[in-house]
């Protein structure tokens, strides 16, 4: 258990990190190409949830993300023994907990990964973590046998 909590410290404290180094070398709403046609890099801020939903909101992603920290804590405990659900609850963790960090402590979710060749959302590392956290537990459950007839 000891190794999933010091991944999702490792986990926010990147997100953080790169968080930091957007806000300090790029200012806002500029982008800077890192593969041409594919991936920029850009400043955002976002006070809203994913695609900028529930923009404004701030009391209710609040609520939202305590009660999901401490739902997803519970699930920890008690799928515990199991991998994936651990690699993928502990990802959602540290995601949830790096945007959350973000919206406490400046009141908006700095984005900054654009990807070039697609009309897609622009996300930041947390998401990442949220979205792979999601494909774990999905392996996870599609390997499960307690859900077979």
């Not at 500029?30 to 695609?51: C, E, R, Y």
């Not at 990802?91 to 700095?110: C, E, K, P, S």
């Not at 999601?134 to 859900?147: A, E, K, N, T, Y």
């Amino acid at each position: 258990m000891w190794i999933y909590l010091i991944l999702m410290v490792a986990l926010v404290i990147i997100d953080q990190v790169i968080k930091a180094a957007i806000v300090s070398h790029i200012a806002l709403g500029a982008s800077t190409s890192i593969v041409t046609g594919l991936l920029s890099l850009t400043n955002l801020h976002n006070n809203g949830a994913a695609w900028s939903i529930l923009e404004g909101k701030m009391w209710f992603l609040y609520l939202i993300s305590v009660i999901a920290l401490i739902v997803m804590g519970y699930l920890l405990w008690r799928l515990r023994g199991k991998w994936l659900y651990e690699v993928g609850i502990s990802l959602m963790i540290a995601g949830t907990l790096g945007n959350f960090i973000d919206r406490l402590r400046i009141g908006y979710v700095v984005d900054m990964f654009q990807l070039d060749f697609i009309n897609f959302t622009i996300f930041n590392f947390a998401d990442s973590c949220l979205t792979v956290g999601v494909i774990f537990i999905l392996i996870g459950v599609l390997r499960d046998d307690s859900f077979e007839k």
